[in-house]
Nanobody, 114 residues
Framework: VQLQASGGGLVQAGGSLRLSCVAS????????MGWHRQAPGKQRELVAS???????NYADFVKGRFTISIDNAKNTVYLQMSSLKPEDTAVYYC?????????WGKGTQVTVSS
C-alpha cells in the first residue's frame, strides 16, 4: 500500500488545517485508517483512527478539536484540525491496516506558532 499525505503547513494558534491521505495499491486489505504524530524528542502517538464503517477513536488531547473522516470511494482519510495549539506541532503520519496500523506514509509537517 502506498500512502500520500498532504495538507500540512504553518498556522497560528487557534487556526485550522485539514490533512488528507490517499491510499493506493492493495487497498482491499485496508479496513482501518488514521493518523499518528511525532513531535521532536517525543514518541510517536496516536491522534485518531477510523474504520471503513465509520467507527472513530480519538486521543484525549484532540477530542473536540480534531475530526477524522473517510471517503471510501476515494480511499482517502481526512483529519480536520481546529483550535490548533503550539503543542500540536509535529510530523503527522497517516497509517492504514486491517485491524490496526500496518503501513505508514512519509508524514507531513504541522507547525503551530504562538
Amino acid at each position: 500500500v502506498q500512502l500520500q499525505a498532504s495538507g500540512g503547513g504553518l498556522v497560528q494558534a487557534g487556526g485550522s488545517l485539514r490533512l488528507s491521505c490517499v491510499a493506493s495499491g492493495s487497498i482491499f486489505s485496508i479496513n482501518y485508517m488514521g493518523w499518528h504524530r511525532q513531535a521532536p524528542g517525543k514518541q510517536r502517538e496516536l491522534v485518531a483512527s477510523i474504520t471503513r464503517s465509520g467507527n472513530t477513536n480519538y486521543a484525549d488531547f484532540v477530542k473536540g478539536r480534531f475530526t477524522i473522516s473517510i471517503d471510501n470511494a476515494k480511499n482517502t482519510v481526512y483529519l480536520q484540525m481546529s483550535s490548533l495549539k503550539p503543542e500540536d506541532t509535529a510530523v503527522y503520519y497517516c497509517f492504514v491496516g486491517l485491524m490496526g496500523p500496518r503501513d505508514w506514509g512519509k508524514g507531513t509537517q504541522v507547525t503551530v506558532s504562538s
